[in-house]
């Protein structure tokens, strides 16, 4: 059964930066579309960026175009979330989904940006 680790949330003040790391167990990680997501409090998850299995097509919530960037190492079986100039909007907690229609979620990495 597939598995999703998310590492790299934390504290930081407004403008800093993170990188957060989601490792998957299993086979099918090269194969399958990778997403980020975030649900902050009070709020719904929702999609923040998607990444295909080879890494050709990628998507942003306009939210945080320009700041963020998605990749993928399929030889390692995780997908990162680079996060630059991050604003107190961006608190929340950070998932990692595997699939179009994400079936399997990571348990989520807090992070918080103060101002």
């Known amino acids: 059964q597939v598995q999703l680790v998310e590492s790299g949330g934390g504290l930081v003040q407004a403008g800093g930066s993170l990188r957060l790391s989601c490792a998957a167990s299993?086979?099918?990680?090269?194969?399958?579309?990778m997403g980020w997501y975030r649900q902050a409090p009070g709020k719904q998850r929702e999609l923040v960026a998607t990444?295909?299995?080879?890494?050709?097509?990628?998507k942003y919530a306009d939210s945080v175009k320009g700041r963020f960037t998605i990749s993928r190492d399929n030889a390692k079986n995780t997908v990162y979330l680079q996060m630059d100039n991050l604003k107190p909007e961006d608190t929340a907690v950070y998932f990692c989904?595997?699939?179009?229609?994400?079936?399997?979620w990571g348990q989520g990495t807090q992070v918080t940006v103060s101002s």
């Open positions: 299993g086979s099918t990680f090269s194969v399958k579309t």
């Open positions: 989904g595997m699939g179009v229609v994400v079936v399997i």
């Open positions: 990444i295909s299995s080879g890494g050709w097509t990628i």
